[in-house]
């Protein structure tokens, strides 16, 4: 996440605004690398997050609200008893560098005011929350760093503290246009990669935006470009220092970044109102994702290896029937043999006989145990056949049933890899619990809380209601159970896919209204992704539900065919109250 110096610089600056003057309320440490402090100012109340995770280390306000341990840890406590009680004085970064000074003044058992330091170094796998004396001494901090680990820098208590090693960058606030084309001019290596080496508090996406800016593609070697090429470089460059140094700020979130610069490299911007809205807004959603993609991947596993035991259980079932499916011969076999049993001696060991079954009548040999009567040699056959005969209609009917659990496993497996929050995953996993797919530890009789969270709707541009399940519980309310005989029911052909109603109201359906439906049903499979889709379609009376049946199976009759190609920006605008 590109967390860099230059954000740093800002958001200290917005927070320096926002907060000057705050009072600190409480502290708490609801994750091992992150506190959360609550302010109280003139604007109200508000928490400051500040996370030293080395996948997400930052500092910013936030609305998230989150439970915090029984036990509080001892960097916690020791937070509350130097902090808690007193006013912060300032905010502020240290240059462009990845660190951020909480300045606050606060008061001891007896009273008297001193004014110490939390140091916020937001730096990767090396990010780390340090509080500081009024003599920059170290009090404590999250991470204790030892010789054993940084034989450059330690940080531990009672220890002087020591700015990060610097790296030789240009600041932004002393760039210098000529130095810079010099620096160019003798740089060799990636042109995006010289701009990162060069000045300070740039991250690697604000290198590639001057490139961009500059029509260049990161790849090309700073040796190799023409003067003309070095000069077009370095004004993108001195125009992104300028907009660094006099902000007009740009916070916005993207598909899987944010920054407060802007960025032309970077497609469909979320535009937000201030920098710690965007890291907020930011993060609240990749929380979100991660709750919903850890559902998401719990019952998929659920249904993968169900899948992988019905892909085992229908080869054996398929062999099965492969071996038994001649069992007739064994009966005209058998047939054969009691209409010439007076040709057989006994001890014979075979016979040849006159195939009557056959057009042409032809002879054909019949192998006999020597040990056995003509007779029993004829119902040792007809045993065969019958054993054999059974084995193939069971294995027939078990084959079909296991055909049938792969299909509902893989409606199973559409819905949750198209559900959009935690709540619709977990009507999934009612759906696989009542089917006995997932145990469940709770007493008998004792009832789990009913999720539901509605299906997905729309309105067609002729003013149509439809409706689109969400997973087959909902494909059954929505067929079965809510719609009337007149209204129009919608599935993609052979597909895996949700149940899509037009509800008519005893109106006649226009042509597009039907095929917007279509285009829903297909945008709503296993087809998302596919041209020319084909969707059956018919009216809710020609829909029926077998006895028996799983979740979402239904049988249907009378019915048309539209061909469609999704278009989801077109689907989503037709979407209402999208959830």
């Known amino acids: 996440m590109p967390f860099d110096g230059v954000l740093s610089n800002l958001i200290a600056q917005e927070l320096d605004k926002e907060l000057a003057g705050a009072r600190i309320d409480k502290i708490h440490m609801p994750e091992k ?23 997400s280390p930052r500092i910013h306000l936030t609305t998230q609200k989150k439970d915090n341990p029984n036990s509080p840890p001892m960097f916690c406590m020791l937070l509350r008893k130097y902090m808690v009680g007193g006013r912060i004085l300032s ?11 909480i300045e606050f003044e606060s008061s001891n058992e007896l009273g008297d005011k001193s004014i110490k330091k939390l140091n916020v170094e937001i730096m990767g796998k090396h990010s780390n929350i340090i509080l500081l004396n009024s003599d920059d001494k170290i009090i404590d901090c999250m991470y204790h760093v030892d010789s054993s680990i940084s034989s450059k820098r330690e ?39 010289v701009i990162l080496d060069m000045v300070q508090g740039f991250s690697p996406i604000l290198s590639k935006e001057v490139c961009y800016r500059a029509n260049l593609t990161n790849r090309e070697m700073i040796e190799s470009l023409a003067d003309t090429q070095l000069l077009i470089l370095l004004t993108e460059l001195k125009k992104m220092v300028e907009e660094i140094l006099k902000p007009e700020l740009y916070p916005a ?40 993609k850890q559902a998401q991947s719990s019952l998929l596993k659920i249904v993968s290896n169900n899948q992988d035991r019905c892909v085992k259980k229908l080869s054996l079932q398929e062999k099965s029937i492969s071996e038994a499916k001649d069992f007739d011969e064994n009966r005209k076999t058998g047939e054969l043999l009691t209409s010439n049993i007076h040709q057989i001696a006994a001890g014979q060991k075979l016979i040849e006989v006159s195939d009557f079954y056959s057009e042409d009548n032809k002879t054909i ?22 054993k054999q005969k059974k084995t193939f209609e069971q294995a027939s009917a078990q084959a079909n049933e296991t055909r049938m659990e792969l299909e ?28 006995g797919y997932i145990s469940t530890s709770k007493r008998k009789g004792a009832k789990a809380e009913e999720i539901y969270s509605g299906p997905n709707e729309y309105l067609s541009t002729d003013g149509f209601t439809i409706y ?8 059954d309310l929505l067929t079965i159970k809510s719609s009337k005989p007149d209204d129009f029911w919608f599935h993609t052909q052979k597909i895996p896919g949700s149940h899509v109603i037009i509800k008519t109201s005893g109106k006649q359906v226009p042509d597009r209204t039907l095929e917007e439906a279509a285009m829903i049903s297909a945008f709503n499979s296993r087809a998302r992704n596919s041209a020319k889709v084909p969707v ?22 009378k019915f048309k065919t539209i061909i469609v190609t999704p278009e989801e920006a077109f689907i989503r605008k037709l979407e209402v109250g999208r959830k």
């Open 33 to 55: 690398d992150e506190i959360l402090i609550a302010l109280r100012n003139q604007k109200g109340n508000c928490k400051l997050l500040i996370s030293a995770n080395s996948n």
């Open 91 to 101: 905010i502020k970064s240290y240059g462009f560098d990845r660190v951020v000074i």
């Open 155 to 193: 940080v531990m208590p009672a220890r002087s503290y020591e700015w990060p090693p610097s790296q030789d960058k240009v600041s932004p606030a002393q760039f210098d246009s000529h130095k810079a084309l010099e620096f160019f001019r003798i740089a060799e290596g990636k042109t995006d990669k």
């Open 253 to 292: 979130v993207y598909s899987n970044d944010y920054h407060c610069i802007r960025l032309l490299h970077m497609n469909e911007p979320v535009l937000m109102d201030s920098i710690n809205n965007a890291l907020d807004y930011f993060y609240n959603k990749k929380l979100f994702d991660d709750k919903l």
């Open 365 to 386: 040999v019949i192998p006999l145990d020597e040990n056995l009567s003509p007779q029993k040699n004829a119902q040792k056959y007809f045993k065969i056949y019958s």
């Open 408 to 435: 509902y496993l893989g409606s199973i497996e559409l819905s949750i890899e198209q559900a959009r929050t935690v709540e619709e995953v977990g009507e999934i996993k009612q759906e696989l619990t009542s089917q």
């Open 468 to 475: 689109s399940g969400k997973n087959n519980r909902q494909n």
């Open 536 to 557: 059956d379609y018919t009216s809710v009376r020609n829909v029926k539900k077998p006895p028996g049946s799983k979740p979402g199976m239904v049988i249907y009759d």
